[in-house]
């Protein structure tokens, strides 16, 4: 099995350090580059060459959300999972319409930042259903005004996004609804289409917002 390739973005060494440690010593994973920040972020990916990117949002120079928009330009095909808190909501609504992949707060377990790693490279896109609230507001004020209540979603879509909601996995939601990851995930493509969002903390935080779940 190809190991996972992950570079990281963190200003904190001591928590750089302990991400890089993670990844080493993880089966299927492997750590080709640590960074204190995205200053030189694009020869950075090309040394490293990583799969995903797990990136801070505050860090000092380029950060990254700046980093976010650079990697999404120049390389499309790496996916990045940003590592948030809970007081950066404005940064946090920032990173969403840049189009990240995933939104992981920093005190997620470390076995469940390596499930988040994978299912974004499978085209899953993680993210913690507290992220989420914490814009919900934001969304409700700058986007969802005057959206109709009625999305037209199935019995089985509403059933997912309930799910979604509640922080499952596309792998749990899989087996919650005893059908398969790929069937998942067409589900929650549909999801989003109806929706008019464009990732899981969009559809999380319109749902929350329109009371649809």
Same mark, same amino acid.
């Given at each position: 099995?190809?190991?996972?390739?992950?570079?990281?973005?963190?200003?904190?060494?001591?928590?750089?350090?302990?991400?890089?440690?993670?990844?080493?010593?993880?089966?299927?994973?492997?750590?080709?580059?640590?960074?204190?920040?995205?200053? *030189?972020?694009?020869?950075?990916?090309?040394?490293?060459?990583?799969?995903?990117?797990?990136?801070?949002?505050?860090?000092?120079?380029?950060?990254?959300?700046?980093?976010?928009?650079?990697? *999404?330009?120049?390389?499309?095909?790496?996916?990045?999972?940003?590592?948030?808190?809970?007081?950066?909501?404005?940064?946090?609504?920032?990173?969403?319409?840049?189009?990240?992949?995933?939104?992981?707060?920093?005190?997620?377990?470390?076995?469940?930042?390596?499930?988040?790693?994978?299912?974004?490279?499978?085209?899953?896109?993680?993210?913690?259903?507290?992220?989420?609230?914490?814009?919900?507001?934001?969304?409700?004020?700058?986007?969802?005004?005057?959206?109709?209540?009625?999305?037209?979603?199935?019995?089985?879509? *509403?059933?997912?996004?309930?799910?979604?909601?509640?922080?499952?996995?596309?792998?749990?939601?899989?087996?919650?609804?005893?059908?398969?990851?790929?069937?998942?995930?067409?589900?929650?493509?549909?999801?989003?289409?109806?929706?008019?969002?464009?990732?899981?903390?969009?559809?999380?935080?319109?749902?929350?917002?329109?009371?649809?779940?």
């Amino acid at each position: 099995m190809q190991e996972i390739k992950v570079a990281v973005f963190e200003d904190n060494k001591a928590r750089r350090e302990l991400l890089k440690m993670l990844l080493e010593t993880s089966e299927g994973f492997v750590c080709t580059g640590a960074f204190e920040n995205c200053q *030189h972020i694009i020869k950075n990916i090309v040394g490293c060459l990583p799969d995903v990117i797990l990136m801070d949002i505050d860090m000092p120079g380029v950060n990254g959300i700046e980093g976010l928009k650079i990697v *999404h330009t120049q390389f499309p095909q790496v996916k990045v999972l940003m590592q948030t808190i809970f007081e950066e909501e404005e940064k946090i609504f920032e990173a969403i319409l840049a189009g990240a992949d995933g939104y992981i707060l920093k005190k997620t377990p470390p076995l469940k930042l390596l499930d988040a790693m994978r299912e974004v490279l499978d085209g899953g896109a993680p993210m913690t259903p507290t992220v989420a609230r914490q814009v919900l507001h934001l969304f409700n004020n700058k986007h969802y005004k005057n959206t109709p209540d009625n999305f037209d979603l199935t019995e089985r879509e *509403h059933e997912i996004l309930k799910l979604l909601v509640k922080g499952l996995s596309y792998k749990m939601i899989a087996a919650e609804c005893n059908i398969s990851y790929a069937t998942v995930n067409s589900h929650i493509s549909h999801i989003y289409e109806k929706l008019h969002v464009s990732n899981a903390a969009e559809a999380v935080a319109k749902a929350l917002g329109q009371r649809i779940v």
